[in-house]
């Protein structure tokens, strides 16, 4: 949504007084079999009078809420005091997507005007540009600082949520889980509460905590049904249930992604549906959900993977001339490739 600054009469809540909802790209960790830039995520802002509590995309974008147009201390905002102004400069740059501009008055109002009533709101906007920026060291620096100096602000729970996803960027994932935590505490119910909530699971599967992971996610979708995250835990759930070889359970949650008809996990899922089926024993399956792996996703992350395993199912099938057929596919698409190699190896000792 693009709208003009409005400015928001004191009964508003201040905690939902702006939302900014965003557009910057970038990757995000993700550590499949093969290369992936499968996950992605984006920050930016866009000015307007919230109605509702927005919940990020499935994509694992997420808007954008900060700046305020109340005081978090019980100083009067001056409308045309010097403080005041230069706030409402850097927040129309901020707006406008110009993070360098917008980051560089913030931090004047940060220096310059200690007893501001807007000086948490720039201390964590400086935060949000540095994130925006792709800065996450200096980001995680500048969280520090502001929750330091205001362990009271009305954005403390998104404050802990961006500094948690700064040192996840840093992959910092045990500096990063307690942020998360901090963030839902802050409040249970706030802009990125199911943001937060989820890379608290995310966060545990990243350091091999499959259990943890499990617990958390599990749990997701009916402490937030309507978040949009649902595709994303679904999926992380289902890998840490394979990574804990429970393949029965991984099927369950992989074939929950396939609900959600713009997840970015679909074809991660499908592949792992594949995985889960081939380690049940169930190979006409597995091979059904590599064949439309391969189909439905041309140039997948997982392709040489999908086509390895094909291989291996038609060798354990006692089906040589077809396992040789999708060994010279693989050959061809992915000469010398890891799952090439493998693949060759499974054919020769599986007598094909």
Same mark, same amino acid.
């Given at each position: 949504?693009?709208?003009s600054?409005?400015?928001?009469?004191?009964p508003?809540?201040?905690?939902?007084?702006l939302?900014l909802?965003?557009?910057l790209?970038?990757?995000a960790?993700?550590?499949?079999? $093969?290369t992936?830039?499968a996950d &992605?995520?984006?920050?930016?802002?866009?000015a307007?009078t919230a &109605?509702?509590?927005?919940?990020?995309?499935?994509?694992?974008?997420?808007?954008t809420s900060?700046?305020?147009?109340?005081?978090?201390?019980?100083?009067p905002?001056d409308?045309n005091?010097?403080?005041?102004l230069l706030f409402q400069?850097?927040?129309?740059?901020?707006?406008?997507?110009?993070?360098?501009g917008a980051?560089?008055?913030?931090?004047?109002?940060?220096d310059?005007?200690?007893?501001?009533?807007?000086r948490?709101?720039?201390?964590?906007?400086?935060?949000r540009?540095?994130?925006?920026l792709?800065?996450?060291?200096?980001?995680?620096?500048?969280?520090?600082a502001s929750?330091?100096?205001y362990?009271? $602000?009305?954005?403390?729970?998104?404050?802990?949520?961006?500094?948690?996803r700064?040192?996840?960027?840093?992959?910092?994932?045990?500096?990063?889980l307690?942020?998360?935590?901090?963030?839902?505490?802050?409040?249970?119910?706030? &802009?990125?509460?199911?943001?937060a909530?989820?890379?608290?699971?995310r966060t545990?599967f990243?350091?091999g905590?499959d259990?943890?992971?499990?617990?958390?996610l599990?749990?997701?979708?009916?402490?937030?049904?309507?978040? &949009?995250?649902?595709?994303?835990?679904a999926?992380?759930?289902?890998?840490a249930?394979?990574?804990?070889?429970?393949?029965?359970g991984?099927?369950?949650?992989?074939?929950?992604?396939?609900d959600?008809a713009?997840?970015?996990?679909?074809n991660?899922?499908?592949?792992?549906l594949?995985r889960?089926?081939? $380690?049940?024993?169930?190979?006409p399956?597995?091979l059904?959900?590599?064949?439309?792996?391969?189909s439905?996703?041309?140039n997948?992350?997982?392709?040489d993977?999908a086509?390895?395993y094909?291989v291996?199912?038609?060798?354990?099938?006692?089906?040589?001339?077809?396992?040789?057929?999708?060994?010279t596919?693989? *050959?061809t698409?992915?000469?010398?490739?890891t799952?090439?190699? *493998?693949a060759q190896?499974?054919a020769?000792?599986?007598?094909?």
């Amino acid at each position: 949504m693009n709208s003009s600054h409005t400015t928001i009469p004191s009964p508003v809540s201040a905690r939902y007084a702006l939302l900014l909802a965003g557009s910057l790209v970038a990757n995000a960790c993700v550590t499949p079999e $093969s290369t992936s830039g499968a996950d &992605t995520d984006s920050t930016g802002a866009t000015a307007t009078t919230a &109605t509702t509590v927005p919940t990020s995309t499935a994509a694992e974008t997420e808007g954008t809420s900060g700046g305020g147009m109340e005081p978090t201390t019980s100083a009067p905002i001056d409308p045309n005091g010097e403080d005041e102004l230069l706030f409402q400069k850097a927040l129309a740059l901020y707006n406008a997507l110009d993070y360098t501009g917008a980051d560089a008055l913030f931090v004047q109002l940060w220096d310059m005007y200690p007893d501001s009533p807007r000086r948490d709101n720039a201390g964590y906007l400086h935060g949000r540009c540095l994130y925006a920026l792709l800065d996450f060291a200096g980001a995680d620096a500048a969280f520090a600082a502001s929750i330091a100096a205001y362990p009271a $602000s009305n954005w403390i729970d998104e404050s802990q949520y961006f500094w948690g996803r700064s040192l996840f960027r840093l992959l910092t994932y045990t500096t990063a889980l307690p942020h998360f935590d901090a963030s839902v505490s802050a409040d249970p119910a706030g &802009t990125y509460a199911d943001n937060a909530y989820y890379y608290g699971g995310r966060t545990k599967f990243e350091l091999g905590d499959d259990a943890g992971a499990e617990a958390v996610l599990a749990s997701f979708e009916a402490k937030y049904p309507t978040s &949009t995250y649902a595709d994303n835990a679904a999926y992380y759930l289902g890998r840490a249930r394979f990574s804990k070889a429970d393949a029965a359970g991984a099927k369950i949650a992989f074939k929950h992604v396939l609900d959600f008809a713009d997840s970015i996990y679909r074809n991660d899922a499908t592949y792992y549906l594949g995985r889960s089926e081939y $380690s049940l024993g169930a190979l006409p399956a597995a091979l059904t959900w590599f064949k439309d792996l391969i189909s439905n996703f041309p140039n997948d992350v997982y392709e040489d993977n999908a086509l390895y395993y094909e291989v291996r199912i038609y060798v354990d099938q006692a089906d040589c001339p077809t396992a040789n057929v999708v060994l010279t596919d693989l *050959q061809t698409r992915f000469p010398g490739g890891t799952y090439t190699v *493998q693949a060759q190896d499974y054919a020769v000792l599986g007598g094909c």
